[in-house]
């Protein structure tokens, strides 16, 4: 008998197999977990602008400005921000992956990403260097506070 | 058997059917909670867009944000607010029923008495918001 050294896996052992990141799996999980909390922010957000109060006849820029200049709000703001942006950026992604073929769902994706991508860019520029009582605004415009500063 | 008997056996008349049957979800709640889910999230993604624009004029342009502001605060966008509150409600409920199905045992059995839920849950949220919505909107200053 002649000695020969072949290695023969275990029954049962698990074929070696590269490790990938499953996005498609995070995409899903990530629309369950992010809609739970934007039930919530979403829900709190509404309450706020829409039906306490005046409701929508409320809003105008010293109203967004009280709320900003607490950083609750900013906090808040930017959840929903990222939240539902890219909450809504999958949704999108799904359906023009169902609808659209060949090039144009490349298209189609390319200004998804760019719309995406900009406008948290924007959004958060915008939370990050708010200012409640910029200089050169008119008093009656902005909120009370900013006279007694 | 002669041809003779063989033409007297008629063959059993089959009734055209009307809807298609032996399918759980063609039709049914499951589908159009899908439709339904389907057409308010692409409408509240496009609204976000225009929300997150106009929003950020409060940053550069605190006239012209009340200026857009103003015209939220119009009837007919009154009218449109109620529409997104609808579409947001019934995509928001309906997202929890599909958690539901996904992450219950149960969940897939009761899919269909939950949508009924999800109905009725929307129905209470408009009811609370509506008559709110129009107080504000065409009630006075």
Redesign the interface.
């Known amino acids: 008998m002649t000695s020969t050294s072949t290695s023969i896996p275990l029954p049962g052992a698990k074929a070696p197999r590269r490790r990938r990141v499953n996005w498609e799996m995070w995409g899903w999980l990530y629309m369950?977990f992010s809609?739970?909390l934007?039930?919530v922010l979403?829900?709190g957000h509404?309450l706020v602008n829409?039906?306490l109060g005046?409701?929508?006849?409320a809003?105008?820029?010293a109203f967004?400005?009280g709320k900003?200049a607490d950083p609750f709000w900013i906090v808040y703001d930017m959840l929903l921000?990222w939240l539902?942006?890219i909450h809504?950026?999958n949704?999108?992604r799904t359906?023009i992956n169902d609808y659209a073929r060949g090039r144009l769902r490349v298209v189609f994706l390319v200004l998804l990403a760019a719309?995406t991508v900009s406008?948290l860019v924007?959004?958060s520029?915008?939370l990050t260097?708010?200012?409640p009582c910029?200089t050169g605004?008119?008093a009656d415009?902005?909120p009370q506070f900013c006279s007694t500063l | 058997m002669s041809t003779e008997a063989a033409a007297k056996i008629r063959a059993p008349k089959i009734k055209p059917l009307k809807r298609p049957v032996g399918t759980l979800y063609r039709g049914r709640e499951g589908m159009w909670s899908w439709v339904l889910h389907?057409i308010t999230?692409?409408a509240?993604?496009f609204f976000?867009?225009v929300h997150?624009?106009d929003?950020?004029l409060?940053?550069i342009w605190?006239?012209g944000?009340?200026v857009v502001?103003e015209s939220?605060?119009t009837p007919i966008m009154?009218l449109g607010?109620i529409g997104l509150?609808a579409a947001?409600g019934l995509h928001?409920l309906n997202?929890?029923r599909?958690?539901a199905i996904?992450?219950l045992r149960i969940g897939p059995r009761i899919q269909r008495l939950m949508f009924w839920i999800v109905i009725a849950l929307w129905a209470v949220l408009l009811a609370g918001?509506v008559p709110?919505?129009l107080?504000?909107?065409f009630g006075g200053?």
């Open positions: 369950r809609g739970v934007l039930v979403i829900f509404l829409l039906f005046d409701g929508v006849k809003i105008d820029f967004v400005a900003l921000l539902a942006l809504g950026a949704g999108m359906i719309a406008l924007l959004g520029l915008v260097t708010f200012n910029p605004t008119p415009l902005l | 389907r999230g692409v509240i993604f976000l867009l997150i624009l929003t950020s409060v940053r605190p006239e944000y009340n502001i939220y605060k009154g607010e509150v947001i928001a997202g929890l599909i958690i996904d992450f918001f709110r919505q107080m504000h909107i200053e």
